[in-house]
């Protein structure tokens, strides 16, 4: 988890500096995340010998053809909303949509599903949020720079 949260927020502030330092489109970027991306996939099927399982697999069954062209249609769409989220408005903001995105599952999924959180996972929950927004807020207050 602690891997998975230095690398989300790694990821957007890095993005971010490309955009500022660059100038590099959200196409571009997603073309080269998107394209290592499917070299690891495929060096990781090979190292483990499960390339050509995965090849079989997916020609027995057809209908995966489909579901993966709708998956990756809406990947690219949601991709391309982070990318635009990030240049227009910075990864704070982004990260804070995330915060918020996650607040709500939990809140959610407490009330629906009946998931109870202990004292302690509340208060986890609350420090993360209002540091967010805390940093947010403050930075909204910096004059800012259009790119």
Known sequence: ??????????????QEKMFKGYT??????????????????????????????????????????W??????ICSSLGQMLIYYTIKEFGALFFSTVMVTRQVISVVLSTIVFLHPLSIYQWLGFVMVFAAIYYKTNEDSKKPRTKH
């Not at 988890?1 to 890095?14: A, I, Q, R």
């Not at 579901?67 to 990756?72: G, V």
């Open 1 to 14: 988890m602690s891997l998975y949260m230095f690398f989300d927020g790694f990821t957007s502030t890095t």
């Open 24 to 65: 590099m489109s959200t196409y571009d970027q997603m073309v080269y995340v998107s394209g290592f991306s499917a070299i690891i996939s495929v060096a990781i099927l090979m190292l483990k010998g499960a390339l050509f399982e995965a090849i079989y697999f997916a020609l027995e069954y057809p209908a995966l053809l």
């Open 67 to 72: 579901d993966s062209t709708l998956l990756s």
